[in-house]
């Protein structure tokens, strides 16, 4: 069954123009993440939700936004994608912030900018 | 210097063959430490937590040298379904939030 869920898979936009991707969680997680990956690299924390609480991390550029509407459902709000945005971006949760909680993850949506 | 370094390989090990990675972390205050698995395209899944006293799953093996700041993996007979990159993952602090990855292992496992 899944717990994580991202649409899309995968998502085309063109350069300069808005695309919100879509994560929902089955787990009624407290905490819900977005982390961007790039090609052979890490992923990244971007920001991340307690219940309603949001916290950015200091070098997410102000381009990204998020909402979180209810517990289910978070949204990643890319305002003006560049080149450079073009990555794999995931979405994950866990029960609390505590340092020994798992980390869901969900398939993740590869973002192409044209 | 990375806060979590992995050697990125790729590491081409025969079936059956035993593979150990390493994984150096550079804040001494860091609490939590996992494996994670990510197959081509797909999200990381974890595969393991460490622990200070070591721990056993299966195949696998996982060490915590807190002394010298390294984690290691030690995966035993090998599988094809093995392949994969492997992902050193660091808590900094009590925090989830702060969960720091390494930039992972390439493992192939070849027949």
């Known amino acids: 069954d899944a717990m994580v869920i991202q649409n899309p898979r995968y998502q085309v936009t063109q350069f300069g123009k808005p695309v919100t991707l879509s994560c929902s969680q089955t787990?009624?997680?407290?905490?819900m993440y977005w982390y961007q990956q790039k090609s052979s690299q890490a992923p990244k924390l971007l920001f991340h939700y307690y219940d309603k609480d949001f916290n950015n991390e200091a070098d997410t550029p102000d381009n990204f936004q998020s909402r979180r509407p209810n517990t289910s459902f978070c949204f990643l709000d890319i305002r003006s994608p560049g080149l450079g945005d073009a990555a794999m971006y995931l979405c994950?949760?866990?029960?609390?912030?505590?340092?020994?909680?798992?980390?869901?993850f969900g398939p993740g949506t590869r973002l192409l900018v044209l | 210097r990375k806060e979590v370094e992995q050697d990125p390989g790729p590491f081409n090990v025969p079936e059956g063959a035993t593979v150990a990675f390493n994984c150096t972390y550079s804040?001494?205050?860091?609490?939590?430490f996992f494996w994670y698995r990510q197959d081509c395209r797909k999200e990381p899944k974890l595969l393991m937590s460490?622990?200070?006293s070591g721990n056993e799953d299966g195949r696998f093996t996982a060490q915590l040298n807190r002394a010298s700041q390294y984690i290691s993996l030690l995966i035993r007979d090998s599988k094809l379904s093995d392949s994969a990159t492997y992902l050193c993952?660091?808590?900094?602090?009590?925090?989830?939030?702060?969960?720091?990855f390494g930039s992972g292992t390439q493992l192939t496992v070849l027949p």
């Open positions: 994950a949760t866990s029960r609390g912030t505590g340092g020994k909680e798992t980390q869901y």
């Open positions: 804040n001494s205050a860091s609490q939590s």
């Open positions: 993952v660091v808590i900094v602090g009590g925090s989830a939030r702060q969960l720091t």
């Open positions: 787990l009624n997680h407290n905490v």
């Open positions: 460490v622990y200070s």
